[in-house]
C-alpha cells in the first residue's frame, strides 16, 4: 500500500490516497503505521477518500487507532497533498470531515503549494456538545482537580474535544506529567485534548499540546483554533493571533462576522514509501 509522509509544523501523518474507502482492520493498521520504531511512524494515519459532498473527504486516525472528528494540521496536508498532485486543480477547494465541511486557500510558490488557509467552521461551546460533564452553554475559566492540584480551564470543540488550559510558562511546563491524566479526567465523557497556553501579548500565544490518541505533538490546528477561542472568552487576547508551537507557527482569526474560526500554516510533503505488511480493503 503506497503513502506519502507529510506533516503540519512536525505534526505529521502517513497520508494513504489511492483507495476508495478505509482498510478492514483500519484501528490495527493505524498502530502499526504510527509506531515510531516497528513502523512508519506517525501521529495519525489519514485516508484521502472520494466525498458527493465536498472535492474530497478526509477521515483521520489518531497514533492509538482512535477515530478522530478533525485535524486543522492534517486538512492543510490533504489540501496540500491534492493540489501538488493534480487529483484537485484549483487553489480554493473544500474538505469533507466527520466535523462537517472545511473550504480552504492554497497559497502557492514555484506551482506547489506552501501555507494553507482553513475555515475550520464555527467553535462549539456548549458543555455537553464539546461534550464535557458541565451542561453549562459555555465553560469558561472554569477549575478541575488532579492529584490535588487545581487547573483554570475553558473547553472548546472544533469538532473535536479541547481543555485549555493558562500556565506561567507554557515553554518548560510538564506536558507529559499533566497532559495524560487531564485527557482521561472524568470531566471528559469522550476523553479530551489539552493545551496548555502562556498569552505573551494581545496578539502571540505560546502553545504546548498533548493530543488525545496521540500524546504530546509539535503542533495542533484544532487546539491552536480552540485557544485563539478561549483566549477571547477570557479576555486575555484579540481575535487575531499567532500561535507560537514547539514544531512553528500557526495564525488564527476567529472572525466576528461569520462566527468562524480561521486557521492558516505552512504543509510539507517529506517521502513516499510502501507498507508492505497485507492490507485488506
Ligand atoms: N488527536 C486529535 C486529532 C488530531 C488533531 C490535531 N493533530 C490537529 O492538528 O488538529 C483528537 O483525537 O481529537
Not at 95 to 124: C, F, R, S, W, Y
Not at 159 to 176: C, M, Q, S, T
Request: aromatic share 8%; charged share 25%.
Amino acid at each position: 500500500m503506497e503513502f506519502t509522509k507529510m506533516h503540519g509544523l512536525g505534526n505529521d501523518f502517513v497520508i494513504v490516497s489511492k483507495y476508495k474507502d478505509i482498510p478492514k482492520d483500519v484501528e490495527r493498521l493505524a498502530i502499526a503505521m504510527c509506531d515510531r520504531h516497528f513502523g512508519v511512524g506517525a501521529d495519525g494515519l489519514v485516508f484521502i477518500l472520494p466525498s458527493d459532498q465536498a472535492d474530497v473527504r478526509m477521515r483521520i486516525f489518531n497514533a492509538d487507532g482512535t477515530e478522530a472528528e478533525q485535524c486543522g494540521n492534517a486538512i492543510r496536508c490533504v489540501s496540500k497533498y491534492v493540489y501538488d498532485h493534480e487529483l484537485v486543480n484549483k487553489e480554493k477547494l473544500s474538505v469533507e470531515t466527520l466535523a462537517g465541511i472545511q473550504h480552504v486557500k492554497l497559497h502557492t510558490k514555484e506551482g506547489i503549494v506552501n501555507t494553507v488557509e482553513v475555515d475550520m467552521g464555527e467553535p462549539i461551546l456548549k458543555g455537553e456538545l464539546v461534550p464535557t460533564a458541565i451542561h453549562d452553554p459555555q465553560v469558561v475559566d472554569r477549575t478541575i482537580e488532579v492529584d490535588g492540584v487545581t487547573f483554570h480551564f475553558t473547553a472548546v470543540s472544533m469538532g473535536n474535544p479541547h481543555a485549555v488550559i493558562y500556565v506561567e510558562n507554557a515553554k518548560d511546563f510538564d506536558v507529559e506529567k499533566w497532559g495524560p491524566k487531564i485527557e482521561t479526567h472524568p470531566l471528559f465523557p469522550k476523553k479530551t485534548n489539552v493545551e496548555f497556553v502562556t498569552v505573551k501579548s494581545d496578539k502571540e500565544l505560546e502553545m504546548r499540546v498533548w493530543e488525545r490518541g496521540v500524546g504530546q505533538t509539535l503542533a495542533c490546528g484544532t487546539g491552536a483554533c480552540a485557544t485563539g477561542v478561549a483566549s477571547v472568552l477570557t479576555g486575555q487576547a484579540s481575535r487575531d493571533v499567532t500561535i507560537h508551537l514547539k514544531g512553528g507557527d500557526l495564525k488564527v482569526f476567529w472572525n466576528p462576522e461569520d462566527n468562524k474560526v480561521y486557521m492558516t500554516g505552512e504543509a510539507r510533503e517529506v517521502f513516499t514509501g510502501n507498507w508492505l505488511a497485507p492490507v485488506e480493503f
